[in-house]
């Protein structure tokens, strides 16, 4: 803590000092942004070959000063739009007017993105590669858990972690979850005891967009960021539709309704979203006498407010979440008697998971167009659980704060400045922060509090009208392991207007969490041994990408070819071959994740369709000494196809597939051995809807859906079933659905 004394005030002097450098001042260009003749509110305009840029009012229009005189041309662009650009454009020392019109599209090939710089920008123009999950895609499968629409993003996998209960992540390229860092509006508010569970709380009416980078992003996000990064935008109260619901029911007896609304006061706006799913129907397709899937209700209320200035361009927003879920799994006895007397039964097996967790996030912005802004992030998450008979109660609390301040030097250059604050307090009931005796009677709580300091710097240089070169660094201050540095580099070049080259490379850390990311292992209060004292996670990572437009006419064709390699030492994996005991130790080796990735996407008018074909194959092992072995649950491919065929009348098929190939599983003595491997399958979606334009002007959607058409589901997960308290009961053998073929139906609607 005490560095932070001098590197804060050093900061505020490099950053007015940088603020005070001359400014060009010959020109004013204004214009408005509409789309089907209505204003798009806050649309990013930018000037191509410079870093000069600015955002539209909320009443579409703009003012961009100080650029100097020449000949120019202009984009502008916002999410859920294809960009427009106005070329040729003379600056002289005069007032000139440019105006824009945008066409509404689902693919997302020249959006705007936040995630890859921390500012508002456009992804064709970002020296690191953004994946941009639109608002129309979260309607291709009706469902109320966000885990199911992202992981048909290429080079994306859901993997379930249990059995019973249904905890899951993401890996994105294969690597685990917790080296994915999950962001709502860019805070690092989801990891460590939330991960598991938070993400599937996350309402889609709150959503604006998603975008995911596929690589190390340890500089802007720190430690939970060296396989890449999933940021939840949420939707900004001014361009939220006035009222939304959506509404489905499906035959495996999922029901979910969600809404959400938005309202304007003078200066102020809010918007309010509200999601309730409930479960309860026992399902038991195997036959191995545990719920195919956990059944569950879960509550999450978000809501947004946010305060403008005379121009109309936000001054402070604020965001409060509250999530709540009650989750039940295991034997069928377990189910159909189930009371809050049967949890921790010794003779029944089951396991429960109440969860409640309140976060908020507020940013005020310091200087108006320049991205100046102080941001701050609360939470609380609570756990009660049982696994069986053993019992987990853990409290974690979270506070983050980062200043971040961008600067133009020139007309080519710009340089962000941050300077970031962790604190987090972790409290539970199991030898992770206590002791205990032989019996199990805990002794001492020594509940874990950590802050972690960091600064940040990212220099962005056009070098030429086709080369932009990126470089940043990041330094976080640990208290067991000192200061720790994450530099990166980021090149993209432009090959003229239709083909895109980027090379990224950068290094990260993590710090393993043994409080949180394993706590299953630790009920029963069992005793956490450290071999040594464990030194962080590194990886030096780094990915070249190319995508090139196919120009046919009306109908472009993008392809995103891309390859990924990561170099892991000190990796940390647990040993949990000792009863009773955990133990840690860095590995005596290293791992990598490697790779080739490939994407195509287009949008037929002739047809109409749109569609988005995507193909990944990678290695991810181990290499100690003479010895290598591949990591589980890492497919040796997969691959996904998204696609939606406009039909007349206003209706329209989309269908999904994702592919997942073989990989390599958990291993048991006999008489429990299963597959090392497994087979591959695939999944397949259908959905039909109908667009209903109603008198009011409003948007009715009914719809019906299939999913998982082909009725694929794969054996028990679960070893020895019957016996789920001897010793080799086992829940972690999930590598695809356990439950077959679901029909379900659900309307939408939304005001204008």
């Known amino acids: 803590m005490k560095y932070i004394y001098f590197v804060i005030p050093l900061l505020f002097f490099v950053l007015s000092a940088a603020s005070a450098a001359p400014r060009w001042a010959n020109t004013v260009v204004q214009g408005q942004v509409l789309a089907q003749g209505r204003p798009v509110s806050f649309a990013l305009i930018g000037v191509m070959g410079t870093t000069y840029g600015t955002q539209a009012n909320v009443d579409g229009t703009f003012k961009m000063e100080g650029l100097p005189p020449g000949e120019y041309t202009f984009i502008a662009s916002s999410m859920g739009y294809r960009s427009a650009e106005v070329a040729g454009v003379l600056v002289a020392d005069q007032m000139l007017q440019v105006d824009f019109e945008l066409e509404p599209r689902a693919i997302e090939l020249d959006g705007v993105a936040v995630t890859g710089s921390l500012t508002r920008t456009f992804v064709k123009e970002s020296p690191t590669k953004i994946n941009v999950v639109a608002p129309t895609y979260l309607e291709k499968i009706p469902t109320a858990n966000v885990m199911e629409v992202i992981e048909n993003i290429n080079g994306l996998y859901q993997q379930v972690d249990c059995g019973v209960c249904g905890t899951n992540n993401i890996r994105i390229n294969g690597m685990d979850g917790p080296y994915t860092a999950v962001l709502i509006d860019g805070m690092p508010i989801m990891s460590s005891l ?195 008979a053993d019992s987990y109660n853990a409290r974690q609390s979270t506070a983050f704060s980062q200043l971040l301040w961008p600067l133009r030097l020139d007309e080519y250059q710009t340089l962000m400045l941050g300077a970031t604050m962790r604190g987090q307090r972790y409290d539970d009931n199991t030898g992770a922060t206590g002791t205990f005796n032989t019996v199990g009677t805990q002794l001492t709580n020594n509940p874990d509090n950590r802050w972690i300091p960091g600064l940040l710097a990212q220099h962005e240089w056009l070098v030429s009208e086709g080369l932009r070169l990126q470089t940043g660094l990041r330094i976080d201050y640990q208290q067991d392991h000192g200061w720790i540095s994450s530099p990166s580099a980021n090149l993209k070049i432009s090959a003229g207007e239709s083909t895109t080259l980027r090379l990224n490379a950068g290094t990260g850390f993590r710090i393993v969490n043994l409080f949180t990311e394993d706590h299953l292992a630790y009920s029963g209060a069992r005793a956490t041994i450290l071999l040594e004292d464990l030194a962080p996670e590194r990886s030096l990572s780094g990915t070249a990408s190319v995508q090139h437009i196919f120009d046919f006419h009306s109908n472009p064709m993008s392809l995103d070819l891309e390859g990924f390699y990561t170099y892991f030492t000190n990796k940390i994996e647990p040993d949990y071959s000792q009863p009773g005991k955990i133990v840690y130790a860095n590995l005596d080796g290293s791992s990598a994740t490697r790779g080739l990735s490939l994407t195509l996407s287009q949008s037929l008018t002739a047809i109409p369709m749109t569609f988005t074909v995507g193909a990944t194959a990678m290695d991810v092992f181990v290499a100690e000494g003479e010895r290598r072995y591949a990591l589980e649950f890492a497919p040796d491919y997969m691959g996904v196809v998204n696609a939606t065929y406009r039909l007349p009348a206003d209706w329209r098929l989309d269908y999904t597939m994702n592919l997942t190939g073989p990989m390599k599983l958990p291993q048991y003595d006999q008489p429990f051995a299963r597959d090392p491997e497994s087979n591959r399958f695939s999944i397949h979606n259908l959905q039909l809807t109908r667009d209903i334009t109603l008198r009011s002007g409003s948007l009715l959607q009914p719809y019906a859906a299939i999913e998982n058409l082909t009725d694929f589901t794969q054996d028990s997960p679960l070893v020895d079933p019957q016996n789920p308290f001897g010793e080799h009961f086992d829940t972690s053998y999930v590598y695809g659905p356990v439950h077959g073929r679901s029909i379900g139906f659900g309307v939408r609607w939304f005001t204008r």
Do not use: C
């Open 194 to 388: 939330a991960a598991v569970y938070g993400l599937n709380g996350i309402s889609p009416a709150m959503i604006q967009q998603i975008e995911i980078i596929k690589g190390p992003m340890s500089t802007l996000y720190g430690s939970e960021a060296m396989g890449g990064v999933i940021n939840i935008i949420t939707k900004s109260p001014q361009t939220a539709p006035p009222f939304t619901l959506n509404a489905f029911r499906t035959a495996h007896g999922e029901n979910a309704i969600d809404a959400g609304g938005s309202g304007n006061w003078g200066r102020w706006s809010g918007m309010a979203s509200a999601t309730l799913f409930h479960n309860d129907q026992y399902h038991d397709e195997n036959g191995d006498n545990f719920a195919d899937l956990a059944l569950s209700t879960r509550t999450s209320l978000f809501a947004r407010a946010m305060r403008r200035d005379d121009a109309g361009r936000p001054l402070f927003e604020m965001s409060v979440r509250y999530y709540y879920e009650d989750r039940l799994g295991g034997t069928s006895e377990y189910i159909r008697n189930y009371t809050r007397a049967l949890r921790g039964s010794p003779t029944i097996y089951g396991e429960t998971i109440l969860t409640q967790r309140l976060e908020t996030i507020g940013t005020w912005h310091l200087r108006a167009n320049t991205g100046a802004r102080i941001d701050v992030a609360l939470n609380h998450h609570d756990q009660d659980s049982f696994y069986g």
